[in-house]
């Protein structure tokens, strides 16, 4: 069984389009995430969610939208592609947002090209 | 505020031979600090993490990396590489406040030659 599923794994578009990447976990956790990685593989936290509350917010652009319908759930929105948004999209999940628990289960990663 | 720095984007040892990737953090609170592997077109996943418990952690895969208080360090070490280590590592650290996130250190990409 995957932990930490996302859908697509590959997502190429035009500028302008708007997107979204669907990620599901299968955990029972509080706590989920999504991140950035460019193509040097800096990885980039974006936003995290804990029960369904954001809570991390990281100076992302206000066309990225976050969603989370339950806790097992954080869904990805993204309006007017740029370029630039073009990377690898990771979510990822962990028991809690204590630093104890907070060891984190990535998903594959959804490959975003923007055209 | 909390870092991590790895040192070395690029390690490069001969199969059978000693990795060692070295990390060190920086955090104005106790560390919990983690070893985190990126196969080619995967996601990461833990190797190790050091949550204060023993300052000698053994992880997955034959790695074990050592918390050094006194030079700030979590360096990874395997005794005898595999060309199955190749891979992306991440060292990153976390702890302090409740909403606490993990920041990732910018990566090293360990090739094993043959």
């Known amino acids: 069984d995957t932990a930490v599923s996302q859908t697509p794994k590959y997502l190429v578009t035009q500028m302008g389009n708007d997107k979204s990447i669907k990620c599901e976990q299968n955990?029972?956790?509080?706590?989920m995430y999504w991140y950035k990685q460019d193509s040097k593989k800096f990885l980039k936290i974006m936003f995290s969610y804990n029960n369904k509350e954001l809570i991390i917010n990281e100076t992302v652009p206000n066309r990225f939208s976050p969603k989370s319908p339950d806790k097992a759930h954080l869904n990805l929105h993204i309006n007017s592609l740029e370029l630039g948004d073009s990377a690898v999209y990771f979510c990822?999940?962990?028991?809690?947002?204590?630093?104890?628990?907070?060891?984190?289960?990535f998903g594959p990663g959804t490959r975003l090209t923007v055209l | 505020a909390q870092s991590v720095t790895q040192l070395g984007s690029h390690v490069s040892v001969s199969e059978g031979a000693l990795v060692l990737l070295r990390c060190n953090y920086s955090s104005s609170v106790p560390p919990y600090l983690f070893w985190y592997v990126q196969y080619p077109n995967q996601g990461l996943q833990l190797l190790l993490k050091y949550t204060s418990a023993a300052t000698l952690v053994k992880g997955i895969n034959g790695f074990e990396a050592e918390f050094k208080k006194s030079e700030t360090s979590f360096h990874l070490t395997k005794p005898s590489a595999h060309m199955s280590d190749a891979a992306e590592y991440f060292c990153?650290?976390?702890?302090?406040?409740?909403?606490?996130?993990?920041?990732f250190g910018s990566g090293t990409r360990l090739s094993i030659r043959p």
């Open positions: 990153a650290v976390s702890g302090g406040s409740s909403a606490s996130k993990i920041i």
């Open positions: 955990l029972g956790h509080d706590t």
């Open positions: 990822a999940s962990s028991q809690s947002l204590a630093a104890s628990y907070n060891e984190q289960f």
